[in-house]
């Protein structure tokens, strides 16, 4: 049995995370200040130990490393929006946290999976995007996740074992609609639920790779795994997690509606400022060397989500 820290256990993709890593036997110790995520999100569990603080409290964060086997970094403000509106206080959590969570992993020798952003990659210049792909981010939050990766990769050369796993547009049941920070799928699936407008920034052939919930967290299961295996000495890696699948936003409007069998009806206002046109990863890369691959379809997904709301 092993022990793990997942910062940010108690957001969405956190506590998916410990879910799976607790079915699987492990013990979990989740470090989060519920600024977004919240205890109940998490399952009532022996081998669970919920710790409530900030990833910047360098002293808290080595005394929950120094048991453990590795650590699933996912403590973040996770919104581009919110970046721009509180500029300092993200840059302290997703830069200055990244870093802390990174060095203490270093000092207390145990490897790191870090949840970056497909946002480190600003406008695509090709799709799929590569991860060797230009990397040229738009928001505070896209720079301060390339910062981590980048940090990440200096400390592989002082010791350090870490993947930063670039994850496209995350969806599935725990994501908060309410919020106006929230993914297009929440906000649809919960419009669809109330009996509509769905309503699509644009002209909706804007594309994105949707990928469930439940197939990140494979992702990095299988990113650990690869880690725990590598030989001695640093290690760093950067990993596309995505479906590999281009879908446009009107017909995910489409499948939304069908999938939550709404009356609601589809909308169009204007085209969000900067909005980013397509967005597409490859997949390649964490197929060859972690032996990933996305299996749920677009349609199963939002089926699964619609049966959780
Ligand atoms: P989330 O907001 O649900 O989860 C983030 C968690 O971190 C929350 O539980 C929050 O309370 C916690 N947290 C925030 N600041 C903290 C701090 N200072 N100390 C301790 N805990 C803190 O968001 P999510 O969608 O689950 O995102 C998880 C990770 O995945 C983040 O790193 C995010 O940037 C990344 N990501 C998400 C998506 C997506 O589509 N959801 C896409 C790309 C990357
Ligand atoms: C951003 C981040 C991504 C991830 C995601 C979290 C970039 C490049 N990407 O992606 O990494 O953090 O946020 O959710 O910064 N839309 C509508 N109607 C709505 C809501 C959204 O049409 O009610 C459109 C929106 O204009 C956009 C698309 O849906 O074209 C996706 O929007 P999003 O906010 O879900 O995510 P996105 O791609 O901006």
Known sequence: MRTWLVTGGAGFIGSWLVERLLAAGDSVRVLDDFSTGTPDNLPRHDGLRIIEGDICDTGLVA??????????????????????????????????????????????????????????????????????????????????????????????????KACAMRFFNVYGPRQDPKSPYSGVISIFADRALQGGPLVIDGAGDQT???????????????????????????????????????????????????????????????????????SLGAPARAAARLGFRADTPLEQGLRSLAAAL
Not at 239 to 267: Q, W
Request: hydrophobic content about 45%.
């Open 63 to 160: 005394s929950h490393m120094a048991d453990c086997d590795g650590c699933f970094h996912l403590a973040a403000v996770a919104s581009v929006v919110r970046s721009f509106e509180d500029w300092a206080e993200t840059h302290r959590v997703n830069a200055l946290g990244t870093v802390t969570v990174l060095e203490q992993a270093l000092r207390a020798g145990i490897p790191v999976v870090a949840a970056s952003s497909a946002a480190v990659y600003g406008i695509p210049t090709a799709v799929p995007q590569e991860e060797d792909a230009q990397v040229d981010p738009l928001s505070p939050y896209g720079l301060d996740k390339l910062a981590g990766e980048r940090h990440a990769q200096l400390m592989a050369g002082h010791g350090l």
């Open 208 to 278: 994105r790779d949707f990928i469930y919930v439940t197939d990140v967290t494979a992702a990095l299961v299988l990113a650990m795994r690869f880690l725990m295996q590598a030989g001695t000495g640093g290690r760093f890696e950067v990993f596309n997690v995505c479906g590999g699948t281009e879908t446009s936003i009107s017909t995910l409007a489409a499948a939304v509606i069908a999938a939550t069998e709404s009356p609601a009806d589809i909308e169009y206002g204007p085209a969000r400022t900067g909005d980013i046109p397509r």
